[in-house]
């Protein structure tokens, strides 16, 4: 009995040991730390404390959570606030499968594992080689973004509503910030540019011709038939925001090309897609 | 009150996305259709998200302090900043615009 405290005490250095551990942690630090921008800009875009917070706790997924308050405070309608972000999350079912084939979560376990299945826990895993790594790297990330992102959701929130007048501090101009750093680390290459840019003129043409919000379901479906006709990587788009494996890690290029050819399994097919 | 239902669908929606990933026969994976579409729509909702945020006002496009943010945000993004600054940067862009009188 006596031993018991020591145990643990060795285990927990040895967690701490573990690179994906590390990984995840630093991760979770940096993602959190950014749902302030989100706390704050959710609630001067109209949605009240609890609203703020019914989002990050429950639908947590960064960028379906921005959507979300983008078009509601560019006046769009709930139903097109709720489809924008739904649309958005797609990419998550995506990682849920990669997920399943990697760590093969069983019972309760696996209703928990979807909830933080979001862009940074899937790099985290994906990232590593080791079944165990994977599993541990997925965890930390996933749970430890989690706490912090809500955390600091709710000290955003706070902060946000005492603001007054959000113009005046340029909130605006922090949205338009948090897109474009949501939408940058995706544009790698001149195809996902591309899509980029023709998305962006579909929207500015539809403006003056639709309601508040549509516009951006309208760039979704252009975006979705370019994917369906065209050919280039499978993985296109589907970076995380912040990227794990970037600045917290030395071997940048090798993790990379790990988390690549696990994201990518279709890569070999990619011809054969319309077979 | 309208708002909630919304919200709250938009939240069981995207838990819905998440689940069916573990569900689904994995077979589906290798089907990189999907997958595509998922990345593509990911790009475009984002880049759409983006320019309505600084052009649209409401149904009129216009020029405005926005306009600053987004070329200060992609200065600071070039810059490799992190999150938090990029968004810091925007906002400080579009308050000291105004301040000199560009709305």
Redesign the interface.
């Known amino acids: 009995m006596g031993l018991e405290p020591t145990e643990t005490g060795t285990k927990a250095v040895k967690l701490l040991q573990s690179p994906a551990v590390r990984v995840g942690l630093s991760i979770s630090i ?1 993602t959190g ?2 749902g ?2 989100f706390g704050a800009l959710s609630v001067t875009s109209g ?1 009240d404390f609890w ?1 703020t917070m ?2 990050s706790l ?4 960064g ?2 959570q ?3 308050i ?6 769009g ?3 097109a ?2 489809s ?18 990697l760590l093969h ?1 069983t019972g309760w376990r ?2 928990v ?3 933080v ?1 979001i862009d940074e826990s899937t790099a985290t895993s994906s990232g590593q080689t080791d079944p165990d790594e994977q599993r541990r790297g997925f965890w930390t990330a996933g749970i430890g973004i989690y706490i912090l992102w809500n955390l600091f959701t709710a000290v955003g929130a706070l902060a946000g509503s005492g603001l007054g007048d959000p ?18 680390p ?2 790698k290459g001149r195809e ?1 540019a591309a ?6 003129l ?3 043409l539809a ?2 011709f639709v ?2 919000g549509v ?2 379901l ?3 479906v ?3 038939l ?3 006709f065209s050919h ?7 970076e995380p ?2 990227d794990p494996y970037d600045t917290h890690h030395g071997g940048r290029d090798k993790n990379r090309d790990t988390h690549r050819d696990l994201h ?4 070999g ?2 011809g054969k ?1 319309g077979t | 009150m309208n708002l909630w239902i919304w919200l709250l669908l938009a939240c069981v929606l995207a838990y819905a996305w998440k689940l069916v990933g573990y569900f689904v026969p994995a077979t589906l994976l290798k089907d990189p259709r999907m997958s595509r579409i998922a990345g593509t729509m990911t790009i475009g909702l984002l880049a759409s998200l983006t320019i309505v945020n600084t052009v649209a006002s409401g149904p009129t496009l216009a020029a405005d302090a926005r306009l600053g943010a987004l070329g200060a945000a992609a200065v600071a993004l070039v810059c490799r900043a992190p999150f938090l600054v990029v968004v810091v940067v925007g906002a400080g862009a579009a308050a000291l615009l105004r301040l000199i009188g560009w709305n």
């Open positions: 940096a730390l950014y302030v921008s949605l609203q019914a989002l429950l639908l947590f997924s960028g379906s921005f959507a979300f983008g078009v509601v405070a560019g006046g309608s709930g139903i606030a709720m924008a972000a739904t649309l958005l999350g797609m990419r998550n079912g995506i990682y849920g499968m990669q997920l399943n084939a979560p696996r209703y594992a979807a909830q299945t113009k005046q501090w340029g909130l605006d101009g922090a949205a338009v910030a948090a897109f474009l750093a949501l939408l940058w995706r544009l996902p899509i980029a840019v023709v998305c962006a579909a929207t500015v403006v003056p309601p508040a516009p951006i309208i760039a979704a252009v975006a979705a370019i994917g369906w280039g990587r499978s993985d296109e788009g589907l925001d912040v990518g399994e279709g890569h097919q990619a897609a």
